[in-house]
């Protein structure tokens, strides 16, 4: 039988020094490492705050981070964004903060450009399933409603 290694406060504070370092992470992230590090409350308490005080772990950042890239990225619109960092238990104000960082000019450039792409790819004779087919991808990557039918009426007809 293997015994789970247990860790001191300093070495699991040095552990997750290193995790934040190397990629932006959410609250409930490193509270789940914590906690699979076999680490109690009380001691996960005081490595939260020691990240939170030496900003290895700031929440408005990580919002920021997530959107920037998923957005650039894998193109998820903003329902999208918001529904996964809302899973992460990120605030509604760090939420509105990091989607307010996307221009809508360029917000509805890789949309249009997205849409014109996806409309070619599209092997579908019916113009309804073919309309269909479109409007699901667009609500799956979390696009707004108006957009996606909009675009889909001006390029499906």
């Known amino acids: 039988m293997m015994l789970k ?3 001191t406060v300093q070495e699991a504070i040095s552990k997750l020094e290193y995790y934040c370092a190397y ?3 959410c609250h409930q992230e490193v509270r789940q490492k914590l906690q699979a590090m076999a680490m109690i409350p009380e ?6 705050v020691h990240l939170i005080d030496h900003n290895y772990l ?3 950042r990580f919002a920021k981070a997530f959107v920037r890239g998923k957005f650039n990225i894998k193109h998820w619109g903003r329902n999208r964004l918001t529904l996964e960092l809302k899973k992460r238990a990120i605030s509604k104000v760090n939420i509105n903060e990091a989607l307010a960082e996307i221009e809508e000019t360029q917000y509805i450039e890789v949309f249009n450009g997205l849409a014109e792409k996806k ?3 599209i092997r579908e004779i019916n113009v309804f399933k073919k309309r ?3 409007i699901d991808y667009f609500l799956y990557r979390g696009w707004e ?3 996606i039918y909009e675009k ?3 390029l499906i007809k």
């Open 119 to 121: 409309v070619n790819t």
């Open 152 to 154: 889909a009426y001006e």
């Open 132 to 134: 269909k087919k479109f």
């Open 5 to 7: 290694k247990t860790y």
């Open 23 to 25: 990629q932006e992470r």
């Open 43 to 48: 001691a996960i308490d005081v490595v939260m």
């Open 58 to 60: 700031n929440e408005a």
């Open 145 to 147: 409603s108006h957009l």
